[in-house]
C-alpha cells in the first residue's frame, strides 16, 4: 500500500502544487483508489505511476471546487481510454449525486462502464475481505468527511516444521491446520490448528482528513493510524485565517495526531503564501512547527510517495 500525491495545493493550482488529489495503491492486487479529485487530476496522473484504467474507487471528501472540479473530465478520459469497461464506484457526500446529474444533463458524457455513485454518512462505507472504509464527519465551512481505509487482521503463517515434527503428512491436512481446525492422525492423535498457526499479522490503516478544522471526529477515526494524511493549510502565526476559513494549522494537525497515537503524519493542502521565496516563513517553518509536537511528520509534494508497511509479528514479538 502506497500513498501518491497528485496535487498538494490549497484553492488554486500554483507552479509547485497542483489542488487536491491523493492515490491509495494497493500493489499486489493491481488497483488503486482516488481520494479528491481537484481542477487537473488526470493531467497529474499522466507523470504518476498510476494508471487511469486501474482506478477502482473514488471517494470525495466535500464539494469544494479544488477537491471536485476534475472529477468529470477524469471520468470522462476514463472512458475514452479504458477498452475493457471496468467498473467504478464514486462515493462522497450529499449532494454529489445533483451536481454529476446537473453537469452530465448540460454536457452529456457517455461512460462506457458502469458506474455506481454512493451518497455517504457516518459510519462503514465499503468493506470487502480486505479492507473496512469507514469515514467521520469533520469540521469544515461545508460537509465534510474524514475517511479511514484499514486492512483487516491476517492469519498468522503456517508453521510448516512443527507440522512435519508432529507426524502430520503434507496435503489436505496441512490447509485445516493452516485454517485453524482440528485434525486426527491415523494413529488417533488429535492436533488443534491454532498451535500450527504463528500469531495474526495486524492490518495497515490510513486515515485522509480532508478540509478540516481541529476536531474529535477526526481524532478519534485516526487513532491508532499507521498513517494520517491531514490537512495544515496555515502555520499557527496565520490561527485566525484558518478559523475564518475551516481549516487547521500544522501545529493543530500534529498536536492531534500525537494525541491520537498516530505513527506517522503527512501534511498536504498548504497555503502558497509560505512558499514565497521573499518571505519571512518558509515551508521548512511548517514542518518544524509540526514536529516540534509530533516529530514523525513530513510534507507532502506533488507526485511524493508515502509506503505503509506492514507491521509483522513473530514469535519474539
Not at 491523493?22 to 498510476?50: N, V, Y
Not at 464514486?90 to 449532494?95: D, E, N, R, S, T
Not at 491508532?224 to 494537525?253: C, F, I, M, N, P
Amino acid at each position: 500500500m502506497i500513498v501518491t500525491f497528485l496535487g498538494t495545493g490549497s484553492g488554486a493550482p500554483t507552479t509547485r502544487r497542483n489542488v487536491s488529489g491523493i492515490g491509495l495503491r494497493f500493489l499486489q492486487a493491481g488497483k488503486w483508489w482516488l481520494f479528491d479529485c481537484g481542477e487537473g487530476t488526470q493531467h497529474q496522473l499522466l507523470r504518476s505511476p498510476m494508471k487511469i484504467s486501474q482506478l477502482d474507487k473514488i471517494f470525495i471528501t466535500h464539494l469544494h471546487g479544488d477537491h471536485l472540479y476534475g472529477l468529470i473530465g477524469l471520468l470522462a478520459s476514463r472512458s475514452l481510454r479504458n477498452g475493457e469497461a471496468a467498473p467504478l464506484e464514486l462515493y462522497g457526500p450529499p449532494g454529489l449525486d445533483r451536481y454529476f446529474r446537473a453537469v452530465m444533463e448540460t454536457s452529456p458524457v457517455y461512460l462506457q462502464y458502469p458506474l455506481q455513485l454512493k451518497t455517504v454518512s457516518e459510519g462503514i462505507v465499503y468493506e470487502d475481505e480486505d479492507v473496512i472504509v469507514t469515514c467521520r464527519m469533520a469540521k469544515h465551512r461545508v460537509t465534510s468527511f474524514a475517511y479511514a481505509v484499514t486492512e483487516k487482521e491476517k492469519p498468522g503463517a503456517f508453521q510448516v516444521e512443527l507440522a512435519k515434527q508432529a507426524g502430520v503428512p503434507s496435503g489436505p491436512l496441512y490447509g485445516a491446520l493452516k485454517r485453524g481446525e482440528q485434525i486426527t492422525l491415523a494413529d488417533g492423535t488429535v492436533l488443534d490448528g491454532k498451535d500450527f498457526v504463528g500469531e495474526p499479522q495486524p492490518g495497515r490503516k490510513i486515515v485522509f482528513s480532508g478540509d478540516t478544522e481541529p476536531c474529535l471526529a477526526v481524532r478519534e477515526l485516526a487513532s491508532e493510524a499507521d498513517l494520517l494524511v491531514h490537512e495544515a493549510t496555515y502555520a499557527q502565526r496565520d490561527k485566525e485565517l484558518a478559523v475564518r476559513s475551516g481549516h487547521s494549522t500544522a501545529q493543530e494537525a500534529a498536536q492531534l495526531a500525537m494525541e491520537a497515537g498516530v505513527k506517522q503524519l503527512c501534511l498536504t493542502h498548504f497555503s502558497p503564501r509560505y512558499e514565497d521565496e521573499e518571505g519571512d516563513f518558509s515551508m521548512d517553518d511548517l514542518l518544524a512547527e509540526a514536529r516540534a509536537i509530533h516529530p514523525c511528520t513530513v510534507l507532502a509534494d506533488d507526485f511524493s510517495s508515502v509506503p505503509i508497511k506492514r507491521e509483522r509479528k513473530t514469535a519474539d514479538t
